[in-house]
């Protein structure tokens, strides 16, 4: 069975620009989550998905969005890029999103703004 | 505060030693998740707990919920374990997303 393909792996871009990230979960995972990764902060939760809908969100600005689409595929952007969203993005899948359930990790997308 | 902590943040062993990394949390969770980060990126899942011990190979992961803690072991220590260890809670219900600890880091010498 696949893992968790996040695409591209690595990018880079300049400030004011926008960008598109994207996950393709385990095969029959039907939730996404997205994690940020920064040197400061560690890992953050940014957003899940489950069944196209948007089921839980963190705390970051609405510069960052996500969407999911019908074969559970996700992707997510960012807008108006800052120096500071500068991070791993990691997206992680399980079959159903509840607790008590295991993600499993894609190698993650390096992001750096310049 | 932060919800999760975890000792010590740095780590270094000579191969063969048995290490130990703690995590203690300060709410109620349904399960607690040990990670495993390479320099690469990628994360790895090694453990969910939500009660008791559980062994793969020479990691064994325990928690106590009543004090709020959990250890993960390694036994045999080997510098191919050295990696980023994080641990991470689920607070419980539909809400599956986890909350991490900043992570241990280990390095394994030969």
């Known amino acids: 069975k696949a893992g968790v393909t996040q695409t591209p792996r690595y990018l880079i871009k300049t400030r004011g620009q926008q960008v598109t990230l994207s996950c393709s979960p385990i095969?029959?995972?039907?939730?996404v989550s997205w994690y940020q990764q920064t040197p400061g902060q560690g890992l953050q939760f940014l957003f899940e998905?489950?069944?196209?809908?948007?089921?839980n969100k963190g705390n970051f600005p609405g510069r960052f969005s996500g969407r999911q689409f019908s074969n559970s595929r996700s992707e997510m952007n960012v807008s108006t890029l800052e120096l500071g969203d500068s991070a791993l993005y990691l997206c992680?899948?399980?079959?159903?999103?509840?607790?008590?359930?295991?993600?499993?990790f894609g190698d993650g997308t390096r992001l750096s703004i310049l | 505060k932060n919800e999760v902590e975890q000792s010590p943040q740095n780590l270094t062993a000579q191969e063969g030693e048995f290490i130990t990394i703690n995590c203690s949390y300060s709410?109620?969770?349904?399960?607690l998740h040990w990670l495993q980060q390479h320099p690469g990126g990628g994360i790895v899942s090694l453990f969910m707990l939500s009660s008791g011990k559980k062994k793969h190979g020479r990691l064994i992961a325990t928690i106590n919920i009543q004090e709020k803690h959990s250890s993960l072991h390694i036994t045999a220590s080997h510098p191919r374990d050295s990696a980023v260890y994080i641990c991470a809670l689920n607070y419980g219900g539909s809400q599956g997303n986890l909350i991490f600890g900043k992570g241990t880091k280990l390095s394994v010498k030969p």
């Open positions: 998905y489950f069944s196209e809908t948007q089921r």
């Open positions: 992680a899948s399980s079959a159903t999103g509840g607790s008590n359930q295991p993600q499993h």
């Open positions: 709410v109620g969770i349904s399960a």
């Open positions: 095969s029959g995972h039907r939730s």
